[in-house]
């Protein structure tokens, strides 16, 4: 998974989780935090949970592994990104998150009931002239309105692998 398919809300909801919990010292504890927020264990946290347990990466990620319960990838066959940054929001991004939300029947950072469609808020895409954004497929789309939204959804919802 490249960097720019992370969202970069993870990272502060990672840091977030790992701050909830300063005496946590069990770093299964930690992940299944992690875990608990984002639906999985995104490869960047064990950077900063190996950092803050003063152990080593491919140790933590291998006591993760032993897990059964903890997973490394999110669900989801296709990963929908709604921008809600400043301008994206205000030109429609924020209604569009809560059309996929409802749509869906799902929160953000969770996936629908097959795992065909994981839903993610991303702060900025850097696209503000052409607000609101979506990222479907890897593919960054703007000038999105409901309908097409809707449409894309609908067609997600349908395909097969």
């Known amino acids: 998974m490249g960097s720019q398919d992370v969202s970069n809300l993870e990272f502060e909801l990672v840091e977030r989780a790992l701050a909830r919990a300063p005496q946590e010292a069990d ?13 999985y264990v995104p490869e960047h946290a064990l950077e900063s949970m190996a950092g803050r347990l003063g152990v ?5 990620e291998s006591l993760i592994a032993g897990d059964a319960s903890l997973r490394f990838q999110p669900t989801g066959r296709y990963r929908v990104l709604v921008c809600t940054g400043q301008t994206c929001a205000i030109r429609g991004g924020a209604q569009l998150l809560r059309q996929a939300r409802a749509k869906l029947d799902i929160e953000i950072f969770e996936s629908t009931e097959n795992e065909a469609i994981r839903l993610e808020p991303f702060r900025c895409f850097g696209r503000c002239a052409q607000a609101p954004n979506v990222r479907f497929k890897g593919e960054l789309r703007g000038a999105m309105t409901e309908k097409r939204f809707d449409l894309l959804l609908e067609m997600m919802m349908k395909a097969k692998g």
């Open 27 to 39: 770093g299964l504890g930690l992940a299944h935090r992690i875990q608990d927020v984002l639906g």
């Open 56 to 60: 080593e990466r491919q140790g933590l």
